[in-house]
């Protein structure tokens, strides 16, 4: 069965770098989302992408963020200049035709900021 | 402010009881996601609803638009079923709940 894969399963840096969360969402879908969930709170969407631009974001997704699909298959979010807070599991999922078609979701990357 | 709100916080069950956990939710949507999320933080789609009832195995999903509330219910549960279940609706963004923690007991 097709499943989003995302990679590194965990990330560890220091505050200020930046870093890169890798999905790979699932072939024929063509709306891609991240999500984020810090430790013991609820997830937060964070971005939706179709058609090779965002097409919505939500007020936590500030100019320290962006997506990109650099190539057919890889969806990638990157924090600029990392912060404490945005320690969190990150989550990627897919979804095909429709919007509201179900969404695939990835395992997560566990990202720590020390 | 919480979009959407889900009841009970936490569900403790023997096995074979019959489950249902709620949400509502404020804001106008187009679709509504019941989510389960493991112990190891997994999260996979349960239902996509925007009208009426869905049925998968066990999981039955309702949801009424007038009333902005949907429930899940599970029949004969299963310790298998320990999850946190999270509801999330499609408005002019995604809102999630912040979930049921459910307990069966064997």
């Known amino acids: 069965e097709p499943e989003v894969t995302q990679t590194p399963s965990h990330q560890v840096t220091q505050m200020g770098q930046e870093v890169i969360l890798r999905c790979v969402p699932i072939s024929n879908h063509l709306y891609f989302y991240w999500y984020r969930q810090i430790l013991g709170q609820k997830v937060e969407f964070l971005v939706s992408?179709?058609?090779?631009?965002?097409?919505?974001k939500s007020e936590i997704f500030d100019d320290q963020f962006s997506v990109e699909r650099p190539d057919g298959s890889n969806f990638t979010l990157k924090i600029r200049s990392t912060k404490l807070e945005d320690s969190a599991m990150y989550f990627c999922?897919?979804?095909?035709?429709?919007?509201?078609?179900?969404?695939?979701f990835g395992p997560g990357t566990r990202l720590t900021v020390t | 402010k919480n979009e959407v709100e889900q009841s009970p916080q936490n569900l403790t069950a023997q096995e074979g009881e019959f489950i249902t956990i709620n949400c509502s939710y404020s804001v106008g949507i187009s679709a509504l996601h019941w989510l389960q999320q493991h112990p190891g933080g997994g999260i996979v789609s349960l239902f996509m609803l925007s009208s009426g009832k869905k049925k998968h195995g066990r999981l039955i999903a309702t949801i009424n638009i007038q009333e902005k509330h949907s429930s899940l219910h599970i029949t004969a549960s299963h310790p298998r079923d320990s999850a946190v279940y999270i509801c999330a609706v499609r408005g002019n963004q995604f809102y999630f709940g912040t979930g049921t923690s459910l307990t069966v007991i064997p």
């Open positions: 999922a897919s979804s095909g035709l429709l919007t509201s078609y179900e969404q695939y």
């Open positions: 992408f179709y058609n090779n631009e965002i097409s919505e």
